[in-house]
């Protein structure tokens, strides 16, 4: 019996923890066989990014042409687009496949600051790919960005997943790890049919955060493809990303990666 097959279009980590390497060790953690349209080339570690070369947008078309060509893809995930033109090209061929489930992480500024999305991309992602998306995923200051608002409570967080819901993701994820809440870590989701769930973990005291997002989407991504509900997608992926920040690794000398094989060995 085939696996689910998914398909990740991102930039590439060098320091492995976040980007395209983080998606393919979490596709490869839930079951689901990861295949991947790289984006740019990231000279990266857990100090910072020290560089940025993006892929020549015909590599970019032919990597999708060869994926499409030959996979029967369950599921997508988007992770750093860097400008847009590679906005426009990734939401021409999404266009195309508009019946496959999407989860948008709006990559916009790396762990250590760095900006991964140029300013100007900002409108594409909101008139182009948001209205592709299946699930949106933004952290606080992404939320911010797309939105235009201020987000400081939990009902700041309801508002602005509307308005993202009105640029048309069916379903919003509003991650609140970056909230001043010391205790707890309360992400929100709205759904489709207008049913809203918080999901409540509690914070950990660790600098071993790097590639959360990417690697809490790309869980949604691959539970969708099982054939998980968006709610219950969500709930696995929140638990899987809990576990990895949980159990550090410690590699590297700055942010560290989290530990993307915790949540398998916590449930042995």
Same mark, same amino acid.
């Given at each position: ?41 990231? %000279?990266?570690?857990? #100090?910072?990014?020290? +560089?940025?070369?993006? *892929?020549?947008?015909? /590599?970019?078309?032919?990597?999708? &042409? ?93 508002? %602005?997943?509307?308005? #993202?819901?009105?640029? +048309?993701?069916?379903? *919003?994820?509003?991650? /609140?790890?970056?909230?001043?809440? &010391? ?54 992926a929140k638990v899987f990303i ?27």
């Amino acid at each position: 019996m085939s696996k689910a097959q998914v398909l990740t279009i991102a930039g590439s980590d060098s320091g492995g923890g976040a980007g395209i390497q983080a998606d393919i060790k979490t596709f490869q953690e839930r079951g689901v066989f990861g295949t991947s349209v790289i984006t740019a080339v990231t %000279a990266q570690n857990t #100090l910072g990014v020290q +560089g940025i070369y993006r *892929v020549p947008l015909e /590599g970019v078309q032919k990597q999708l &042409d060869s994926i499409f060509s030959d996979f029967t893809i369950h599921a997508i995930k988007t992770g750093m687009l860097v400008s847009e033109a590679y906005m426009e090209l990734v939401a021409d061929e999404l266009e195309k496949y508009s019946g496959t489930l999407l989860v948008i992480d709006p990559v916009m500024v790396a762990k250590g600051g760095a900006l991964l999305m140029e300013k100007q991309a900002l409108e594409i992602m909101k008139l182009r790919m948001v209205p592709l998306a299946t699930v949106l995923t933004p952290n606080i200051p992404e939320a911010e960005e797309l939105s235009g608002m201020t987000i400081q409570t939990k009902e700041d967080m309801k508002k %602005a997943a509307k308005v #993202l819901q009105k640029f +048309g993701s069916k379903n *919003v994820v509003i991650k /609140g790890g970056h909230t001043e809440n &010391d205790k707890w870590a309360t992400d929100y989701l709205l759904m489709e049919d207008g049913k809203e769930r918080w999901y409540k973990s509690p914070r950990i005291a660790t600098k071993d955060t790097h590639g959360t997002g990417c690697t809490f989407s790309a869980c949604i991504t691959a539970e969708l493809a099982k054939g998980k509900s968006v709610e219950k997608a969500v709930e696995i992926a929140k638990v899987f990303i809990q576990a990895a920040i949980s159990h550090p690794i410690e590699v590297g000398h700055g942010h560290g990666p989290t530990n993307h094989w915790a949540y398998r060995e916590e449930k042995k």
